[in-house]
């Protein structure tokens, strides 16, 4: 039987079975006169069919056949009803009575029968909805949110997308707080009996005036891990203990050879040391990564403890580490004239910059200098002597870094300078200022010694034939591919034959995008057709570096993946080719630092709302700015002074702009606004409810468009008005004359 013809059967189905509840109801309160019975004992009057009842149960039993009973997801609204969105993907609608019974992410079972008629109002043909028969998983678990009171009850506001309810938090479950509170809270009962849930208070987070309240929030929110206790590294100390990596007897003893490490000058979990010197055919570069795997290699459950955590997350002010400070910064990272385990990776740079050889091995190290950027960058840059002890190492150092970063700049691609912006915190960790700079030259030193160390781990696991992990990006997504075709054709005709799915094709196509010279930003305006680099235990291309491999090799206590690949390239040393790390928890590793961003962007907003505010309190509202992103409704700019991004909102604006995704632009009949246009804009404020994103207004007369310039007059118009002209002075000169004849 078809959807339609069951519908068609269940509404028919409905129709009699309301007919006949009517009958039945009409007979039990009524005699045939049409009085009320009194004596309800009263035998049915014989008008009702006897056969009434079961014709009621046979209706009531076929109608029921009828109804489709799946499995379904609960999606909340922002209103009182919500959707239950089959496995097959069909959203059914939860009317408000039965969404009191259930929250956002249910797992639930239900029936989808036809929606009853409201009398008065014309519904639509077919239309059904979703009953809820019962509850098979809750989704909600741990959620945050903030205190409010109503007389002498107290409810948390959850603050989750789809639930606009309050939850009732009972008095043993309250824990001490206060309205206005940011907590951390857990369901106590579910509403699926009878609409009530209920909520207790898992942690206290703080109020609004808390110092570095907004990352503990946001970090809750995301579902981040907590900060490592004592109780909770215990076991990682534990197995570090037992280690003794420096008795390693087949690890090579470098620790004469001069390395050493440029990084911030507050930087304590250093993860990298480097050293070059200058070999008749070029220089030797050699970069000495910490090893924690000499430590932790053995515990079988840390694997998925790290994915889980993917990353350390920074945030302004505040640090998540991905290991314990106790293991990271105690045991493993390079510290100044202290011998640690690392893997180390050296390369043989010939003078034009290839790297022709390349080993790696296990080692140990003794950095001989802890170095600061801006201390080097003044040595690189000719304005100081004060690392002359280190003359040699650093000036090879300089040199290979030229000559790899030349090579890349002519073959490979580099990324887009742009300017960044330092933020300086109070106490109260808000925004107290904010500087811009550019990178340092030898933040770009260290960078391309770790780009050629990263391509040297992908090709020696490619080579060995092991499963990764390596970082793929495949340069325009696959599904908009005849967007991108278009997009050229449009804008660069002659690159439009240029394969989109090779490394040389690619790198062709974005470094042409990418010159100064055209009158359009191309290169951003491309952005949107570019895929997300991705995860695989297969080789594949980098498109964003133009690299045939690529993976991360020199963060491993920071980065969840680079201690996977460490893990790896030690297997394959001693010949092992199988996976030494869980490869099943790549995706876990690239949620986790989706849920990272997510958190940090989320703080970053709030900061910035506050920040703002302040300024606006201050008298300083207004701004110069310029696009840097375009959607149908409005853009996003970024602040000239400090760096800061907002929304500005054109619908409603009172004439109507239309969105062109060739040339990324809106406009109407008198402005026009495209990427990296110079706008000017007014802070109006970053509402909660849209998650503390900053919204701007445009200055009055922003945007408009240029005044047409006048039509040339052509030959025939330019005749027409000389003749006029001659004509009308020969009048004129004859009624002169008339007059003075006259």
Not at 488 to 499: G, Q, S, T, V, W
Not at 560 to 568: G, Y
Request: hydrophobic share 40%.
């Amino acid at each position: 039987m078809s959807k339609k013809t069951r519908i068609r059967f269940a509404l028919t189905a409905t129709q009699k079975f309301d007919s006949i509840a009517y009958q039945l109801a009409s007979a039990l309160s009524s005699d045939r006169d049409g009085e009320i019975r009194k004596n309800p004992q009263e035998p049915i009057p014989a008008m009702l069919d006897r056969n009434a009842m079961a014709q009621l149960k046979g209706l009531r039993e076929e109608l029921e056949a009828q109804n489709e009973h799946v499995d379904a997801t609960v999606k909340g609204t922002q209103h009182r009803y919500g959707f239950a969105v089959t496995d097959d993907g069909r959203e059914v609608f939860i009317p408000p009575d039965e969404m009191l019974k259930v929250l956002p992410g249910d797992k639930v079972a239900i029936c989808i029968r036809p929606a009853t008629p409201v009398k008065g109002k014309q519904d639509k043909p077919g239309r059904t909805v979703a009953e809820i028969e019962r509850l098979i998983k809750s989704g909600l678990d741990e959620f945050v949110g903030h205190i409010v009171q109503k007389g002498k009850a107290t409810f948390v506001v959850p603050d989750l997308a789809g639930l606009s309810r309050w939850l009732f938090i009972p008095p043993h479950a309250r824990n001490g707080v206060a309205p206005g509170d940011l907590v951390s809270c857990a369901l106590l009962r579910h509403p699926i009996k009878d609409g009530k849930p209920s909520a207790k208070i898992l942690k206290h987070l703080g109020d609004e005036t808390t110092p570095g309240v907004e990352n503990s929030y946001c970090a809750a929110r995301a579902g981040l891990p907590e900060q490592w206790s004592e109780k909770s590294a215990q076991p990682l100390v534990d197995a570090a203990a037992q280690c003794q990596p420096l008795e390693d007897a087949t690890r090579l003893d470098l620790t004469a050879l001069p390395f050493v490490s440029i990084d911030a000058a507050r930087t304590v979990d250093i993860d990298d040391a480097l050293h070059a010197e200058v070999t008749t055919s070029g220089w030797q570069l050699s970069v000495a990564v910490a090893d924690p795997t000499a430590y932790l290699a053995d515990m079988e459950s840390l694997p998925a403890l790290l994915a889980e955590r993917g990353t350390s997350v920074y945030f302004h002010g505040d640090v998540i580490p991905m290991l314990p400070e106790a293991v990271s910064q105690g045991l493993c990272a390079l510290a100044e004239d202290t011998p640690r385990p690392a893997l180390g990776c050296q390369m043989q740079v010939s003078e034009s910059g290839d790297i022709e050889s390349f080993a790696f091995h296990k080692a140990i190290i003794r950095s001989h200098a802890k170095l600061a950027y801006s201390a080097v960058d003044r040595y690189v840059t000719g304005n100081s002597d004060d690392l002359i002890a280190h003359a040699n190492p650093l000036e090879a150092l300089v040199q290979v870094y030229r000559t790899l970063r030349e090579r890349r700049e002519n073959y490979e691609l580099v990324m887009e300078e742009r300017r960044e912006y330092r933020w300086m915190l109070g106490d109260d960790k808000q925004i107290a200022e904010i500087d811009s700079y550019e990178k340092l030259s030898s933040q770009h030193l260290v960078e391309e010694c770790m780009i050629a160390a990263n391509k040297c781990a992908a090709k020696f696991l490619s080579a060995a034939g092991a499963p990764g992990p390596f970082v793929v990006h495949q340069g325009f997504r696959q599904d908009r591919s005849e967007e991108a075709r278009t997009f050229l054709e449009k804008h660069r005709a002659e690159l439009k034959d240029i394969p989109l799915d090779t490394v040389a094709g690619y790198r062709t196509i974005l470094a042409d995008l990418g010159q100064t010279t055209h009158e359009q930003p191309l290169r951003d305006m491309v952005n949107r057709l570019l895929s997300r680099a991705v995860l695989s235990e297969t080789t594949g291309p980098h498109m964003g570096l133009a690299t045939e491999a690529y993976t991360n090799f020199t963060s491993p206590l920071r980065k969840a993946l680079d201690f996977f690949v460490h893990l790896q390239i030690s297997a394959c040393l001693t010949g092992e080719k199988t996976a030494r790390y869980p490869v099943d928890q790549l995706p876990v590793i690239t949620r986790a630092i989706g849920r990272s961003r997510e958190a940090v962007a989320a703080a970053d907003r709030r900061l910035t709302a506050r920040y703002l505010d302040k300024l606006k309190a201050e008298g300083r509202s207004r701004f110069t700015a310029k696009v840097s992103h375009i959607i149908s409704s409005g853009f996003t700019v970024k602040l000239d002074e400090n760096g800061l991004e907002g929304l500005v909102d054109l619908r409603p604006e009172e004439e109507k702009f239309s969105f062109d995704k060739w040339t990324m632009s809106l406009t109407s009949t008198t402005r026009r606004f495209q990427l990296l246009q110079s706008v000017e804009v007014t802070f109006v404020g970053a509402p909660a409810e849209g998650d503390f994103l900053a919204q701007f207004s445009l200055v009055e007369g922003c945007g408009l468009k240029p005044p047409k310039e006048p039509k040339p007059e052509d030959d025939s118009t330019a005749l027409r008005a000389e003749i006029e002209a001659k004509t009308s002075a020969k009048a004129q000169a004859g009624a002169d004359s008339a007059r003075s004849d006259a």
